[in-house]
């Protein structure tokens, strides 16, 4: 098994819209899991895109003090940039 990537990561900035986040350099997230309400969070675009292309599943999220394994990621049809 891989090593736990820390990446950062904020509550989404709910005045910005997803397309105005991933403008910024950012992902808009969703974690959900057994027994938690879910959070909507923001987190970097490069760096989530260059763990995730590497095989990075699973990552620990600094500042929350979560982990969490990336189930879906929705790519944009033509360009394949990272959406969610």
């Known amino acids: 098994p891989m090593e736990l990537v820390t990446?950062?990561?904020?509550?989404?900035?709910?005045?910005?819209?997803?397309?105005?986040l991933r403008s910024a350099?950012?992902?808009?997230?969703t974690i959900y899991g057994q027994g938690t309400e879910p959070k909507s969070l923001q987190v970097d675009a490069k760096q989530f895109?260059?763990?995730y292309k590497r095989g990075q599943r699973r990552f620990k999220l600094g500042n929350l003090g979560l982990v969490a394994k990336a189930h879906q990621?929705?790519?944009h049809p033509v360009s394949f940039e990272i959406l969610n």
């Open 49 to 51: 895109a260059l763990d």
């Open 25 to 29: 350099g950012l992902t808009p997230a």
């Open 73 to 75: 990621v929705q790519y």
């Open 7 to 20: 990446l950062e990561a904020q509550e989404r900035d709910r005045q910005r819209n997803p397309r105005q």
